[in-house]
C-alpha cells in the first residue's frame, strides 16, 4: 500500500510541476477578507450573490460580485456547515460545540432560533425533494431530519460510524461519507431510512463527496490521496484515482463533467469524466497550502477555495505532526475558474 500511495504522490507531483499554459482552469482572483479564526466549510447562495464561510465561531457573508466582506452571522460557536433552505427563507448553520443548528433569515441574516441535534454536527444540506434539512452528527453517529417550515427535528437517523461530508441527489436519496469506517451510506429520504451502505475500495479516509446526479457516480475524496468512484445504483466501484494530500472538500460541475478535489497540500486535482465508466486527472492546479475546503457557483462555474498563510510548527513528544498556525488577518479566498478560450 505504501509503495501505491508513494507512485501516487509522484504522479501528483509530476503532473503539477509539468502543468502546460493552456491548462483548463487558473486562480483568476485573490480576495483578502483577513479575521483572525480557522475555516471549514463554505456555501454558495448563488440567487442572492453570496458566500457564506465557516470561521470557528462566526460566519462571514462575501459578496461574491465584488469579493469584499459584507457582513457576519455572529454566535455560531463550533461552526462547520451552511445549508440555504430558500423554500423556507432561512439557513441553517451547525453550531458544533453548542450540539445545535443556528436558524437565520436570508434576507436579514439575522439568527431567529436554535435547534437541538445529536453530538458535534457537522455537514449540513438542504434537499429539495424532500424538503428537509440533514444535519450529519459528526461524535453522534446520526443524522438529525429537520423540518424547516417548523424548525424542529422530524427523525433521528443512527448511523454505523462517523458521518462525513454529504449529498442530495434531489432524486430521492442522500449520501454520506462514513469515514471511520472507508464507506458510503444511501439514504431514502421519502422513508428516512438507511437503505445501503457500500465500501469504498482504494479509501481511507473518506471526507469530502461529489455528485454526479444525472449518472448516479458518487466521488469520495480520502485521506490516503485517493478519490473512489461507485456507481449508486448498485454500489459497485468505477475508478480509483490519485489526488493531493490534505482533501475536505469536493465538488462535481456537471456542465464541464468536471470533479474538484480541494487538497490541503496546496493543490486542485481536476478529475474529466468523459463518461460515466471513464474517469482521468486532467490538471493539478496550485492554489495554497491550507485550501481544503471548497464551493462551486453553479451560475459562474466558478470555485471558491478558503485558505491563510501558514506559519511553522515544531513537533512535540505529544505531537509529531502539529498544525501549523495561522498567521493574523492573512486569511483568503481563491477563486478559480476555467480559461476563456479565443
Known amino acids: 500500500m505504501f509503495k501505491a500511495l508513494a507512485l501516487a504522490s509522484a504522479a501528483i507531483a509530476g503532473s503539477a510541476a509539468a502543468a502546460p499554459p493552456d491548462s483548463p482552469y487558473h486562480v483568476t482572483d485573490r480576495w483578502a477578507l483577513g479575521g483572525d479564526g480557522g475555516w471549514d466549510y463554505l456555501t454558495v447562495d448563488a440567487k442572492r450573490h453570496l458566500l457564506y464561510l465557516s470561521r470557528a465561531t462566526r460566519v462571514a457573508v462575501v459578496d461574491t460580485t465584488t469579493g469584499k466582506l459584507s457582513g457576519d452571522i455572529e454566535g455560531t460557536s463550533g461552526v462547520h456547515g451552511i445549508a440555504i433552505a430558500e423554500d423556507a427563507g432561512s439557513g441553517f448553520i451547525t453550531a458544533g460545540k453548542a450540539d445545535e443548528v443556528k436558524v437565520f433569515d436570508l434576507g436579514t441574516r439575522t439568527i431567529t432560533g436554535s435547534i437541538a441535534v445529536g453530538k458535534k454536527p457537522d455537514a449540513i444540506l438542504y434537499d429539495p425533494t424532500s424538503r428537509r434539512v440533514f444535519v450529519f452528527n459528526g461524535h453522534g453517529n446520526s443524522i438529525s431530519v429537520i423540518d424547516p417550515a417548523a424548525k424542529v427535528v422530524v427523525k433521528t437517523i443512527g448511523l454505523d460510524g462517523n458521518p462525513e461530508y454529504a449529498r442530495s441527489d434531489a432524486m430521492g436519496h442522500v449520501y454520506v461519507n462514513i469515514e471511520d469506517k472507508n464507506s458510503l451510506v444511501q ?67 456537471a456542465e ?19 463518461d460515466p465508466a471513464h474517469f482521468a486527472v486532467i490538471q493539478t492546479l496550485d492554489t495554497g497550502r491550507g485550501a481544503r475546503t471548497i464551493a462551486l457557483d453553479g451560475s459562474t462555474h466558478r470555485l471558491y477555495l478558503p485558505t491563510a498563510k501558514l506559519g511553522t510548527a515544531e513537533p512535540t513528544a505529544f505531537d509529531a505532526h502539529p498544525k501549523p498556525p495561522i498567521l493574523p488577518d492573512s486569511f483568503f479566498v481563491l477563486v478559480v475558474a476555467a480559461s476563456i478560450k479565443p
Open 187 to 253: 439514504i431514502d429520504v421519502a422513508s428516512l431510512e438507511v437503505t445501503a451502505e457500500w465500501p469504498l475500495p482504494g479509501c481511507d479516509g473518506p471526507t469530502g463527496l461529489a455528485l454526479d446526479a444525472l449518472h448516479h457516480r458518487s466521488i469520495s475524496v480520502c485521506s490516503n490521496a485517493a478519490a473512489t468512484i461507485l456507481d449508486t445504483t448498485t454500489g459497485s466501484a468505477v475508478a480509483t484515482l490519485p489526488i493531493g494530500h490534505g482533501v475536505d472538500g469536493a465538488e462535481f460541475d
Open 256 to 274: 464541464s463533467q468536471n470533479a474538484f478535489s480541494a487538497n490541503g497540500d496546496g493543490t486542485l486535482t481536476v478529475i474529466h469524466e468523459s
